[in-house]
C-alpha cells in the first residue's frame, strides 16, 4: 500500500461495490486496534451516505465508545449521523456532540466523489472482465465511465473481437448502455501488432500488460476492503500488494490465528492466484 489516503480510498471503493465482511472463530484483537475499526467502518459508512457530508464530521472511538465531533446542517443530519453509527458491531455507546450549522457546505461535494469513486471501480471492473477473457485481454482500449454509461473506443484485429469487447462490457455488473466506437483494422504481416490510423504499430503484448496491472490494483482493492470489512483484523496491520495474481502479505499481527485469517481472506478473493505471506506473529510478553 501507499499510505494513509489510499487505504481509505480502498476502503470507501469496497463498500461501493458492496464487499461482505469475511467471517471466522479467530480469536479477537486487543481494544485499541477493535476501536480502530469501529471508527474506520463509521466514517465509511458516512462517506457513502447520502445525506452526510463526512467531511465535516469527526469521529473517535476509545473502548467501544464513539465520540462525534463536527458539524451538519441541521438536527435531522445529526440524529442521523448518531444511529448510524450505533450501528456498526462493536460500539457501546454514541456521545453525540455534532453541532448543528444552517450554512454548513451541503453533501454535493461528497455526492460527486463518491460518484467518480463509482466510476473508478465499474472501469476497473471492466478492465478486470476483458483481462480474463481470453478472446479481449490483448485489447488496446480507452475506456471512459459516466454513471451506467460506458463510452468504449481503440482499434481491433477483427470485428469477432469487436463484438467480444462489447458484449463482456455489456454483462458487466453496472454497465447500463455501452457506446462504442471500436475501429476494426488488419494486421500488419500477421504479426502481434495492430496498424493504428496514423500509421504508427502498437505491441498487442503491451495492452494486455497495462490491462494485467490494472486487473492486480483491482485485486488489491478487494483484499484491502475484506481485510478491512473483518471485525477481527485491522488494515493498518497489513499490507497489501499483488502483482501479477500473486497476493504478498506484510505485517505484523498478534496472534497466529488472525495471521491465518488473513492470508484464507487473500486466497480466497477473486483474481488472486497465490499468496506470498511474511506476516509475522508478534512475541507474547
Do not use: H
Amino acid at each position: 500500500m501507499k499510505g494513509l489516503v489510499r487505504r481509505t480510498f480502498v476502503a470507501a471503493t469496497g463498500v461501493a461495490i458492496g464487499v461482505l465482511a469475511f467471517t471466522t472463530n479467530a480469536a479477537p484483537i486487543d481494544k485499541s486496534v477493535g476501536d480502530v475499526a469501529i471508527t474506520a467502518r463509521i466514517e465509511t459508512i458516512y462517506l457513502m451516505n447520502g445525506d452526510l457530508n463526512p467531511f465535516k464530521i469527526n469521529t473517535t472511538t476509545t473502548d467501544g465508545v464513539v465520540t462525534l465531533t463536527g458539524v451538519v446542517r441541521d438536527q435531522v443530519d445529526k440524529d442521523l449521523a448518531g444511529r448510524l453509527a450505533k450501528t456498526v458491531k462493536g460500539v457501546k455507546d454514541v456521545q453525540n456532540e455534532l453541532t448543528v450549522q444552517r450554512d454548513v457546505a451541503d453533501v454535493k461535494e461528497n455526492a460527486d466523489w463518491r460518484q467518480d469513486v463509482d466510476d473508478a471501480a465499474l472501469n476497473a471492473r471492466i478492465r478486470r472482465q476483458l483481462a480474463y477473457n481470453a478472446g479481449t485481454k490483448s485489447a488496446m482500449l480507452d475506456i471512459d465511465v459516466n454513471g451506467s454509461t460506458v463510452i468504449v473506443g481503440g482499434e481491433v484485429d477483427s470485428a469477432q473481437k469487436k463484438k467480444d469487447i462489447e458484449r463482456v462490457i455489456d454483462e458487466t455488473s453496472g454497465v447500463g448502455r455501452v457506446e462504442s466506437t471500436i475501429v476494426v483494422v488488419e494486421k500488419k504481416n500477421d504479426a502481434d501488432a495492430v496498424v493504428t490510423t496514423d500509421g504508427d504499430s502498437k505491441v498487442a503484448q503491451s495492452a494486455e500488460n497495462a490491462v494485467e496491472a490494472l486487473s492486480d490494483e483491482w485485486i488489491e482493492k478487494m483484499v484491502e476492503s475484506r481485510i478491512m470489512w473483518n471485525e477481527n483484523l485491522a488494515l493498518t496491520q497489513v499490507d497489501v500488494e499483488v502483482d501479477n495474481g500473486v497476493c504478498k502479505l506484510s505485517g505484523n499481527l498478534p496472534t497466529q490465528s488472525q495471521k491465518d485469517l488473513a492470508e484464507s481472506i487473500a486466497q480466497t478473493t477473486d483474481g488472486v492466484k497465490s499468496v506470498d505471506s511474511t506476516i509475522s506473529v508478534a512475541a507474547r510478553g
